[in-house]
């Protein structure tokens, strides 16, 4: 079984301009959440969605938005990027109805940099 | 204001021997505390999760162990092995918005 894919690995941004990444989460998963995760921070959780709705959001800016497909897939977008943007972005999906005591699978991550 | 502090940030230890991990949280209303084991270059992979009710999990050599009452929580990991290297992060999911908090994690190094 695939595991949590993530594209693309490796993203070289410029100030000001607007990112999409994207998760395919484990066949059969509903549940995807995304997170950011920095030297400085550490990691923070982003949103969660589940069934193409947003479940749950975590405390960033409005410049960070996502969505979820028909088939589960999610992309996560970050607009107007600043140099602070600069992290891992990863994704985890769960199983069943993804409640927060159903364990989540990581993907890689995307490491995003912004010049 | 939820918060996860753990403690050390970073470890150095011999192969064969053991240690602990320490993690302090503030979150409430409390659902459940995992601990992730996370490689360099990887995505964090769960080991245990505890709720309320549960004071002790193990998985192979890793031992959490949680007081809910003193809001603590220790990771135990006995006779390392040089595959232990790796940052091992707590994370405290608050019962009331299911939203995760993650400590900066712990940087474990086990040298032959």
């Known amino acids: 079984k695939a595991g949590v894919t993530q594209t693309p690995r490796y993203l070289i941004k410029t100030r000001g301009q607007q990112v999409t990444l994207s998760c395919s989460p484990i066949s059969g998963h509903r549940s995807v959440s995304w997170y950011q995760q920095t030297p400085g921070q550490g990691l923070q959780f982003l949103f969660e969605?589940?069934?193409?709705?947003?479940?749950n959001k975590g405390n960033f800016p409005g410049r960070f938005s996502g969505r979820q497909f028909s088939n589960s897939r999610s992309e996560m977008n970050v607009s107007t990027l600043e140099l602070g943007d600069s992290a891992l972005y990863l994704c985890a999906s769960r199983s069943g109805t993804g409640g927060s005591n159903t364990e989540a699978f990581f993907g890689q991550g995307t490491r995003l940099t912004v010049v | 204001k939820n918060q996860v502090e753990q403690s050390p940030q970073s470890l150095i230890i011999l192969e064969g021997k053991n240690c602990t991990l320490q993690?302090?949280?503030?979150?409430?209303?409390?659902?459940?505390l995992r601990w992730y084991k996370q490689d360099t270059g990887r995505g964090p992979v769960s080991l245990t999760i505890m709720t309320f009710s549960e004071n002790t999990k193990s998985n192979g050599r890793y031992t959490a162990t949680l007081d809910a009452d003193t809001k603590q929580s220790s990771l135990h990991i006995t006779a390392s092995q040089l595959s232990d290297s790796a940052s091992y992060i707590c994370?405290?999911?608050?019962?009331?918005?299911?939203?995760?908090?993650f400590g900066r994690g712990t940087s474990l190094i086990v040298h032959p």
């Open positions: 993690c302090n949280y503030t979150v409430s209303p409390f659902s459940n």
């Open positions: 969605y589940f069934s193409e709705t947003q479940r």
């Open positions: 994370v405290v999911t608050s019962g009331g918005s299911y939203i995760p908090t």
